[in-house]
Structure formats: structure tokens, C-alpha cells
């Protein structure tokens, strides 16, 4: 497995940098399950930065008060503190091996060992991730 080989635990950058920086290397190893695990996490982490539509603003006006040019429409972002980072990256990686224990049957052993091995990859940007307040052994 790609990650095995790898360590991105660099003191300071942050766990979504360290996963970025691991998926250009995870596709050029043609590492499919690390490629599908990082851009899976990284897509809900910027899903966890959107910031609510007011349902009004979705309605719109007048197409001529609409604005105009580039990035006009663009929504201010949150900005993730890494320990919000850090919960997304692993409830990632819980989601996967609950449902892996779910998956039982013979059938759906290949699946199940995939989910496994997904969860493997993102727990190990875990391993060293931020280690601030309320993060040590016993806190939840």
C-alpha cells in the first residue's frame, strides 16, 4: 500500500496540506485506494467549510440585479481550525470501517477489505496529526 511507504508527518502543516501533498504522490504510485480515500476526505472537508444559503438568496431577484464578473457569486468560506480538520479526516475514516463491519457477507468481502484499507490511509494522517488542548489520551 502507497501509505505504508510514505510518511507525511511533518511537524506544523496541517493534516489537509500533508493530504494534499500525498495525493499527487498516491496517483502517480497508481494507488487507487489512497487516491479514492484522500479525494473522498478532501471533498468533505470543503463541504465542511460551506457556509449555509439563506434560502431568500437562492430565490434571487432580477436577472439585471444580478451580479456580475468573476467570482461575483463566490459565498465566503469557513476556515477549519485543524482539530475540526482533524474530526472530518476521522469521521472519514470511522464511517468506512463501520460500514466495512456491516458488509458480512462473503460477497462483499472485497468491499468490505477496500473500506478497511481506506480507513487504514486516513488514520495514518492521523497518527501525527495536532496534538493541542482537549486532544490527548481520554478526551474525546
Same mark, same amino acid.
Given at each position: ?37 484522500? &479525494?473522498?476526505?478532501? /471533498? +468533505?472537508?470543503?463541504? %465542511?467549510? @460551506?457556509?449555509?444559503?439563506?434560502? =431568500?438568496? $437562492? #430565490?434571487?431577484? *432580477? ?32 464511517? &468506512?470501517?463501520?460500514? /466495512? +463491519?456491516?458488509?458480512? %457477507?462473503? @460477497?462483499?468481502?472485497?468491499?468490505? =477489505?477496500? $473500506? #478497511?484499507?481506506? *480507513? ?21
Amino acid at each position: 500500500m502507497w501509505a505504508q511507504g510514505h510518511s507525511h508527518k511533518v511537524t506544523g502543516m496541517s493534516v489537509r496540506l500533508r493530504m494534499r501533498q500525498a495525493l499527487p504522490e498516491a496517483m502517480r504510485a497508481r494507488d487507487k485506494t489512497a487516491v479514492s480515500a484522500l &479525494r473522498a476526505t478532501l /471533498a +468533505a472537508l470543503d463541504n %465542511a467549510e @460551506a457556509v449555509p444559503v439563506d434560502e =431568500a438568496a $437562492l #430565490r434571487g431577484g *432580477a436577472f439585471e440585479q444580478s451580479p456580475v464578473g468573476a467570482g461575483a457569486t463566490e459565498a465566503p468560506r469557513r476556515e477549519l481550525s485543524e482539530r475540526c480538520m482533524i474530526d472530518v479526516v476521522r469521521a472519514e475514516a470511522t464511517e &468506512r470501517l463501520e460500514v /466495512a +463491519a456491516q458488509l458480512t %457477507a462473503p @460477497a462483499h468481502a472485497d468491499r468490505a =477489505a477496500q $473500506l #478497511r484499507a481506506e *480507513a487504514a490511509v486516513l488514520l495514518h494522517f492521523l497518527d501525527s496529526a495536532w496534538t493541542g488542548p482537549g486532544t490527548g489520551p481520554g478526551t474525546t
